[in-house]
């Protein structure tokens, strides 16, 4: 799905030809488990994140990521390079949490308005990244200050 120009979502490996077909550049994997692609000309991170029992600590361990995870979205795009993330089969929040978080720091929204927008792509089942979504927010809004 394309939640803005050059930048699509998954919560899964896409097939080759969609690569191609959408002309994929990059692809972010968020998660330790999934494979890379092979034989192709694709430039590939992986951000490995996975879920514990420890709520607090995988917000902390996601949030020292934010910034250079939209950061790097935002290069890929500002460049006209359509980049792909796939998130983590464990935890659909996490793709969420990186969308609203590229939302609020290139869109400056706010949480409530970039959640709305993203509402209007697609249909969030639930949210586990609430302290890290906030000290992000306010990490960014102490920097525009």
């Not at 998130?87 to 590229?102: V, W």
């Not at 890290?132 to 200050?145: C, D, G, P, R, S």
């Amino acid at each position: 799905m394309e939640i803005l120009p050059h930048f699509w979502i998954s919560d899964k490996i896409k097939n080759s030809n969609f690569l191609k077909t959408k002309n994929i550049k990059a692809i972010i994997f968020l998660s330790k488990t999934l494979k890379y692609y092979k034989n192709i000309d694709i430039e590939q991170i992986r951000i490995p994140l996975e879920v514990s029992d420890n709520n607090k600590n995988d917000n902390v361990i996601i949030y020292q990521h934010l910034y250079d995870v939209t950061n790097y979205i935002f290069e890929k795009i500002y460049n006209n390079k359509n980049i792909l993330i796939i998130g983590n089969e464990n935890d659909e929040s996490m793709l969420y949490l990186i969308i609203t978080c590229y939302y609020i720091r290139y869109g400056r929204l706010d949480i409530k308005n970039s959640l709305l927008f993203l509402e209007t792509k697609l249909k969030m089942k639930y949210f586990n990244y609430n302290n890290a979504l906030f000290k992000f927010y306010n990490q960014i809004n102490k920097n525009i200050v």
